[in-house]
């Protein structure tokens, strides 16, 4: 085992780790790609004045049949520049001859309104595209660009009107997503730019692009009066999803372009359809717009030729260190866990700062690999033991305590600590009636008292209680041990409210099912007192001993006595009062006590006439009891008349009480 546990086998691990990367199989360079999209796509949005008019549904319901009639494609391209088109962007190819006859029309519109047409390179070629010709520095190494056999374009008498025209080339990925666009393309020894380069540069208004040429590929392109456009050594930009466009239909134009590109294409189910991109499936004139936006803005996404080594090397130190740590638990998981934790955020800062594409994965998935190795069988080890444990207690401790000594068996060991704890009692209110209901039936009044337990118990469990104990129709709970709870107080009056809320439910079951309906008196007491293992050496519990655990199961027995459901005490309140609308019932000096507790009871939500409420128990202890009973009388139906019971007791209570100077405004209750 201890040669099994030697951190020295990770490195063979690790080896392996660094000849994989280097050479990563298509699983991984997806999983990498798909890093590189969230970075991309997480950036706050940059809004372009780019628009793409799409020939979608409601275009095939005014016009008809698809595709239109030329003269019906001019009436279009008229109507985008009477909205203050600055340059119509016809994403729509136009290879044959209009058989309806339109192409005159359209011909002599583009004489009239400049529009850049759209070819696509293909094996073979078809009608002679324009092309603004290129001014190429070190035209000998044209052949490391992307070549094509031929190249579709639109019928001469278009082509040779338009303004410009660039090719449309989407080349996937290893996934097949398009992340990255071409700028230009060789057909047949002749460079061809893209149509989002060709829209930029009709819109500075050059007469040509310029490239320079290296033997591994693009050095620098650029257009005179715009300037320099980044691209990667093959011509081709990343694709900024940040950059955004506005899509209208091309039935539905806005007033006034402002002077935008629109691009026009076609998005009409059935016609269209869609590529993958890191943004979800889009239609091509929506990823031509943020190709031009990316261009226009100077979006250098850059994947650099040193960055997977870099990653290499990051990852093998960071892999052999963590190695090196391991025999240092603590340490090397601290390392492992910072280490993860710190380079996904570095990545994202040198993307957000410098636009540089640095890959998390790798050393995340290096990392994980390693620590799993490295300290797998020690989890297994110590999972064992926890499972010995569990095995022994887990048929009578709570699943909190349990985990609690899987943790540290050392609390195994009888005794107890002290500790502040919300401490809740609930009992059934009318058992003996409902014991009466099933007469002989011992078996039917054992399940339905088990259809209560199980209801009440799954609300306690849900809001991390721990439930000490039944006895009878009554359970114990408490809040804050084994496990810590910052919030125990709020916890437990939550959990009580939820419990008479349930209760409903639960009564509308089982009226319906013919039983009798359950009512439940609640109490709530938080103190500090002893909790821990109580019992024998033979057999123990983990509960809780104190004054303040015998406090809340006196109040609980007071709830049925002041007419309310749950009553909390009043350190209780102090930590809830600002959650819920707490009202003081009494000053009571419970059974076996002298000295008088004030208790109160809790309703959710905030109340109006809490401060009435203050006020009437205010003249019950200053012996002001006719002003007590007519306040009672005022409040009766408010709180959603939760405290009704209790002003009927309040003002019976009233009636027979005496002024007495004596008095010290403690009521004496003579039962529980």
């Known amino acids: 085992m201890k040669k099994l546990l030697s951190p020295w086998w990770a490195l063979l691990t690790l080896s392996a780790l660094v000849y994989m990367f280097a050479s990563p199989p298509a699983f991984l360079q997806s999983v990498r790609l798909n890093y590189f999209d969230q970075l991309i796509v997480n950036q706050e949005p940059v809004e372009n004045n780019i628009y793409v008019a799409e020939i979608d549904e409601a275009t095939l319901n005014k016009y008809g ?50 529009v850049v047409l759209a070819s696509r390179p293909s094996n073979t070629s078809k009608n002679e595209p324009i092309n603004p010709g290129a001014v190429i520095v070190n035209s000998e190494y044209l052949n490391v660009l992307l070549p094509y056999g031929g190249i579709i374009a639109n019928i001469p008498e278009l082509e040779n009107n338009s303004v410009g025209a660039g090719i449309v080339s989407t080349e996937p990925e290893i996934d097949g997503v398009v992340r990255r666009m071409t700028t230009v393309a060789v057909v047949n020894d002749t460079l061809y730019p893209s149509l989002a380069l060709e829209t930029l540069r009709v819109v500075a208004g050059d007469t040509n692009f310029q490239i320079k040429l290296q033997p591994n590929g693009v050095e620098k392109m650029r257009i005179p009066k715009f300037g320099v456009i980044p691209t990667d050594n093959e011509g081709r930009v990343w694709i900024d999803w940040s950059q955004r466009n506005k899509n209208v239909s091309v039935v539905n134009l806005p007033e006034d372009f402002g002077g935008a590109v629109v ?36 979006s250098n996404i850059q994947r650099p030729d040193w960055a997977p080594m870099v990653e290499l090397i990051a990852l093998g130190v960071a892999g052999l260190i963590l190695i090196l740590v391991s025999r240092w638990m603590v340490v090397g998981l601290v390392l492992t866990v910072v280490s993860i934790v710190a380079v996904i955020p570095y990545s994202m800062y040198v993307y957000t700062n410098e636009k540089i594409l640095l890959d998390a994965t790798a050393p995340i998935i290096t990392l994980v690999i390693i ?119 709020f916890n437990a009056v939550r959990t009580g409210l939820d419990m008479i809320e349930d209760l409903k439910e639960f009564n509308k079951e089982i009226t319906a099912e013919g039983h009798p309906p359950f009512a439940m008196g609640l109490g709530i007491n938080t103190d500090t007192v002893i ?73 959710r939500g905030a109340w109006g006439r809490k401060t009435q409420h203050d006020d009437m128990m205010n ?15 005022s409040l009766k139906g408010y709180f959603d008349g939760q405290l009704d019971g209790y002003y009927d007791i309040w003002i019976e209570r009233c009636k027979g009480m005496k002024v007495n100077k004596e008095w010290d405004g403690v009521y004496r209750p003579t039962t529980k």
């Not at 494609?73 to 909205?83: F, M």
Request: net charge negative; hydrophobic share 40%; with cysteine.
């Open 619 to 633: 003249m019950y202890f200053a012996q002001n009891f006719k002003g007590a009973i007519k306040m009672c009388e």
């Open 65 to 114: 049949q698809y595709p239109f009639p030329r003269n019906i494609y001019s009436d279009i391209i008229k109507e985008l520049y009477e909205h203050n088109a600055g340059l119509v962007v016809w994403n729509v190819m136009m290879p044959e001859i209009d058989r309806l006859g339109g192409d005159a029309e359209l011909a002599e519109t583009m004489l009239e309104l400049p």
């Open 531 to 603: 909790v821990g293992n109580m019992g024998s050496d033979q057999r123990f519990d983990y509960t809780c001993l104190g004054d303040g655990v015998n406090l809340g199961a006196r109040i609980e027995g007071q709830t049925k006595t002041y007419g309310v459901d749950a009553i909390i005490g009043e350190n209780t309140m102090k930590q809830v009062h600002r959650e819920f609308t707490t009202l003081q019932l009494d000053c009571i000096a419970v059974k076996g006590k002298k000295v008088g507790v004030n208790i109160y009871t809790v309703i």
């Open 371 to 489: 620590a799993l190795q490295v300290y797998g069988i020690k989890f297994v080890v110590e999972f064992l033991q926890k499972q010995q444990i569990k095995k022994q207690f887990g048929t009578y401790l709570s699943p909190a305590l349990v985990e609690k000594l899987q943790k540290n068996p050392e609390l195994l060991q009888l005794g107890g600590e002290r500790r502040e704890l919300s401490i809740m009692f609930t009992d059934v209110r009318g058992f003996t009636a409902i014991s009466e209901h099933y007469g002989d039936d011992v078996e039917g009044l054992t399940s339905i008292m088990n259809r209560y337990m199980t209801a009440m118990t799954k609300r306690i469990i849900d809001n991390n209680g721990t439930v000490d104990k039944y006895i009878g129709d009554a359970q114990m709970a408490f809040w804050n041990a084994p496990v810590d709870d910052e919030h125990h107080a």
């Open 263 to 298: 691009i026009v294409d076609v998005t009409a189910s059935g016609i269209a359809n869609p590529v993958p991109t890191a943004m979800g499936s889009q239609y091509a004139g929506t990823t031509q717009a943020t190709v031009l936006g990316t261009m226009f803005n100077g």
